[in-house]
């Protein structure tokens, strides 16, 4: 097997001998300078240091992108620019805009101390990269949050693992996620919970239906004999994996596979555990999570899914027998005899890349919201009319389907292609995430005629179909300094009065509903009345008109804040059938041996509508199978 450290050597040999000559920095007047240009979220100012023919020094002393993403261009580019002395240096895959703005800046610094930056632009011969090829136990395909779980996992197991990403950094969609996670847990759930409601109202209802099969049957029982026992003590919040499985699936419509969703429940808090194990840190406050149901989620120190990918990284960079090689896409899968034994891939520099895995192969590519093409042809319908172009995802580039079409390629099932997701919250520009203030979605929605139009505690497709048909098919959050203050962050980590000072995001700020009302251009009146009927059902603690049971504060106490919200694409809940183990099951439903799956890619855990706080939970417990099982090569 081809070692870490002799595969990062090869590589590190591979760049250098890639960047030819290196264009020279003569000529210039020694000093620090320094520039701040815009960049993918805000200002970003470089500090460039350079002597008389050299380039000492490059260091982005301040920046707002996303963090883990832009993040990764903060670190390499300004390597790439000192090491190659050259400002024809290539961006950090996927981290485009940012990379750019960071060259930008650069260049700045030098025309300022007199370089001869066309010089300095000029791109280098570079020598073609050769091929690789290496062995390990498991080669896992995709650095997002199911691939790095099952790398834990694997090495956790004792295997030795290869994983590849063709982005420049780790994370995928998962470092831009919301960092909710849902989990019952009904230690905190019953002294830390600011969520009030009629919250056995939804029990009562979803035990009252009529079952659909057996397993239903059974799973209503269990609830409804749980529910009754919890009536008779002190306990503030019902909560078990039995209600958390019930509400998973009948919010997917029953569509998933309930076996699958009782996996995910069942595991939820132990996933949770094995996460704190690694150093990942959660809030005390179990809160209701915007689209979950219920008010058992566990909110993340870190920004959006920052603390997730730390912990999966620090954990694998002491791991002797892990290797990770970035830049790098899946292209196919190596089957011999039936059995998945391998993966060809293709390099930065389109180099051939062959990895061969003794035990198996975890397909971690994550889903296909931000594939126009795919979503169209899969998803568009009665229900989605219009997933094209128009429609921003909040999406990492990257994130394609490629995976999903690699499986079927040797013979896994494709099940529930057609169900897609829409997040209410997004950018009305830009379809990101990362602005949405923490805590906001369980303020109230309203219109531009100043009034609610959906209940806010419900499901995403509800709530994200409800805004579409609202005038222009958009709507403003509203909230306040009851559940707000100005140094609160949004899920990006930035403040909101960051984003007041520097008007981004659309946000504003009031001392009264009335002069909120004026400053987004709704009627007064309809929006006080709006207000005061809101607070009048949290006071109440009954459901509303729109049939919402779940409150946290009032919207009473200034200042009083809004902000523009669209749906966006989000996340596909189809993919490549898995069972229990994680094994990608054939047509048959048989596993295909040496082949596994998890995450995004996969097609039988979510249903319809994906609960919002889900989506982590479902990387994390089946990555974790998913490692451990590829590792035992069972």
Not at 310 to 322: I, V
Not at 345 to 358: F, W
Not at 375 to 398: F, I
Not at 620 to 634: E, H, L
Request: net charge negative; glycine share 12%; charged share 20%.
């Amino acid at each position: 097997m081809l070692g870490r450290k002799a595969l990062s050597v090869l590589l590190v040999l591979a760049m250098l001998l890639g960047l030819g000559a290196a264009a020279s920095a003569e000529g210039m007047t020694p000093g620090t300078y320094t520039q701040t240009v815009n960049a993918m979220h805000g200002p970003l100012t470089v500090e460039v240091t350079v002597s008389a023919d050299r380039i000492e020094s490059v260091e982005v002393t301040d920046h707002v992108e996303t963090p883990g993403v832009g993040d990764q261009a903060v670190k390499d580019i300004p390597e790439r620019v000192v090491g190659a002395q050259s400002l024809a240096v290539d961006a950090v895959t996927g981290v485009t805009i940012s990379s750019r703005a960071i060259l930008s800046a650069v260049e700045k610094c030098l025309a300022e101390a007199g370089a001869d930056v066309d010089a300095l632009k000029a791109a280098p011969e570079k020598t073609p990269a050769g091929d690789v090829e290496a062995t390990a136990d498991v080669v896992i395909v995709g650095g997002g949050g199911a691939g790095l779980a099952a790398a834990v996992a694997a090495t956790d197991a004792g295997a030795s693992v290869i994983l590849i990403e063709k982005s420049g950094f780790l994370g995928g969609n998962s470092i831009v996620a919301g960092g909710i996670y849902n989990a019952p847990d009904p230690t905190k759930q019953d002294y830390a919970t600011n969520v009030s409601g009629d919250l056995g109202s939804l029990v009562e209802a979803a035990i009252a239906e009529e079952p659909v099969s057996d397993a239903h049957k059974a799973l209503m029982d269990a609830v409804r004999a749980e529910y009754e026992a919890f009536r008779q003590t002190d306990k503030t919040i019902y909560d078990s994996p039995n209600w958390f499985a019930l509400q998973t699936w009948n919010g997917g419509d029953k569509v998933a596979e309930l076996s699958m969703v009782q996996e995910l429940a069942d595991n939820s808090l132990s996933s949770l555990k094995w996460l704190e194990g690694m150093g990942m840190e959660f809030t005390d406050t179990i809160t209701h999570g915007a689209g979950s149901l219920y008010p058992r989620t566990h909110a993340a120190v870190k920004p959006n899914g920052v603390g997730y990918i730390d912990a999966f990284t620090q954990t694998l960079s002491s791991r002797e027998g892990y290797t990770q090689m970035m830049e790098t896409t899946g292209k196919s899968l190596i089957v011999e005899d039936g059995k998945v034994v391998g993966v060809v891939a293709e390099g930065k520099d389109g180099n051939a890349v062959t990895l061969h895995a003794t035990k198996g192969v975890i397909l971690a590519t994550g889903g296909f919201a931000g594939n126009v093409e795919l979503r169209q042809k899969y998803c568009e319908g009665e229900k989605w009319p219009d997933l094209s172009a128009k429609v921003p995802t909040s999406n990492m580039p990257a994130v394609t389907g490629d995976g999903i079409f690699m499986a079927e390629a040797a013979g896994a099932q494709l099940v529930n292609m057609e169900q897609i997701q829409l997040l209410p919250y997004c950018n009305p520009q830009t379809g990101a995430t990362y602005d949405i203030m923490s805590g906001s979605t369980l303020g109230i929605f309203v219109n531009k005629e100043g009034t609610r139009f959906v209940r806010e505690d419900g499901r995403r497709d509800e709530m994200a179909k409800a805004i579409i048909d609202q005038t222009d098919g958009m709507m403003y959050i509203v909230f306040s300094g009851d559940s707000a203050s100005l140094e609160s962050k949004a899920l990006g980590g930035l403040t909101l009065s960051y984003y007041l000072e520097h008007n981004m995001a659309g946000y504003v700020m009031a001392d009264t509903v009335a002069e909120l009302a004026e400053k987004l251009g709704v009627p007064a009146d309809a929006l006080e009345k709006t207000v005061a009927d809101y607070n009048g059902y949290v006071e109440a603690g009954v459901a509303d008109p729109f049939g919402r049971v779940s409150y946290g504060t009032k919207i009473a106490t200034g200042p009083f804040f809004a902000y523009p919200r669209k749906p966006a694409v989000h996340h596909t809940m189809g993919g490549v059938r898995i069972d229990g183990e994680a094994h990608a099951l054939s047509g048959e439903g048989a596993p295909i041996p040496g082949l596994y799956c998890a995450g995004e890619i996969t097609g039988n855990i979510h249903g319809g509508n994906r609960l919002g706080g889900n989506a982590i939970v479902d990387f994390c417990v089946f990555g974790q199978i998913a490692g451990t099982n590829a590792a035992a090569g069972k």
